[in-house]
């Protein structure tokens, strides 16, 4: 009977751990420790009762919770082609020049680097909520991309969330 409990356990506990797996063709990551996978319709669900918008696209598969946190990341592929590829620094000017005409204020822009692998990261919030941005530079056409959405007084943990985050990103 121990034997089947134990059993019956590690097979929860399995499916459990195969439900956490991020999905990406580009990199392997790791979600930070205690986030929870949601569905699109558990996602809907928790924007609607915690946040007054989403920031959160809602045609990708990762989404995650976190302790007041929503998680989201998903792969981007361009066409074939040098022109196809703009450098972090042409994102990052194209992502202001465009946030000067939306209702939100931008906190912060910085591209920095973390296990040989370039990010943009960039804040912005309107009134107490706020998105943390993130994007790979392209390689082989492709890179990976994500969102932190959370409340301002959980700006601590969403830093942590994000650089835990990008210490487990590797390109493939």
């Avoid at 909520?129 to 994500?146: A, I």
């Amino acid at each position: 009977m121990k034997n089947i409990i134990f059993l019956m356990l590690c097979l929860f506990l399995s499916i459990k751990v195969l439900g956490q797996t991020p999905k990406s063709d580009v990199v392997s990551v790791s979600v930070p420790n205690g986030a929870i996978s949601l569905t699109r319709d558990q996602l809907s669900k928790v924007v609607r009762v915690n946040f007054k918008r989403s920031g959160i696209p809602l045609d990708v598969q990762n989404y995650f919770q976190l302790d007041g946190l929503i998680i989201s990341f998903w792969d981007y592929e361009t066409g074939v082609g040098p022109e196809s590829q703009r450098s972090l620094e042409e994102i990052k000017l194209g992502i202001l020049g465009i946030m000067r005409y939306t209702p939100d204020t931008v906190n912060f822009s910085k591209i920095i680097t973390v296990n040989n692998i370039q990010f943009l990261v960039y804040e912005y919030q309107r009134k107490n909520e706020v998105y943390l941005r993130f994007q790979t530079g392209y390689r082989n056409y492709k890179s990976f991309g994500g969102i932190i959405q959370f409340k301002k007084p959980d700006e601590e943990k969403a830093q942590n969330a994000l650089q835990n985050l990008l210490q487990s990103i590797h390109f493939k």
